[in-house]
């Protein structure tokens, strides 16, 4: 796991240094900065996580593979994508009135 903290989005409420002190510290203001590179140990990945969903901002992503499956705009299809795009000959359908 591997995590990026934006520190332009963080409001200092310190949730991050409650969960994970050992990857994320505070400074005299409150606000966090992330400690190391990221990448998080599987050991500390619960506590890491719990940091990340607790954010009441979400400064903090988790980056890397997506374990979910495949996209599923990645699976080959005959089908044109742009067939679903919406466009003023097709506004009907997708409900848009001027």
Not at 70 to 77: A, D, F, K, L, Q
């Amino acid at each position: 796991m591997r995590i990026r903290l934006d520190r332009t989005v963080c409001d200092g409420f310190g949730v991050c240094a409650k969960h994970a002190p050992e990857y994320f510290s505070l400074d005299d203001w409150g606000y966090a900065s992330l400690e190391g590179s990221g990448d998080v140990a599987e050991a500390d990945r619960d506590a890491v996580m719990r940091a990340l969903l607790d954010c009441p901002v979400h400064a903090i992503t988790e980056w890397g593979e997506h374990r979910g499956g495949p996209h599923p705009m990645s699976e080959c299809t005959d089908e044109d994508p742009a067939e679903h795009l919406k466009t003023e000959a097709n506004e009907a359908e997708w409900g848009f009135t001027r």
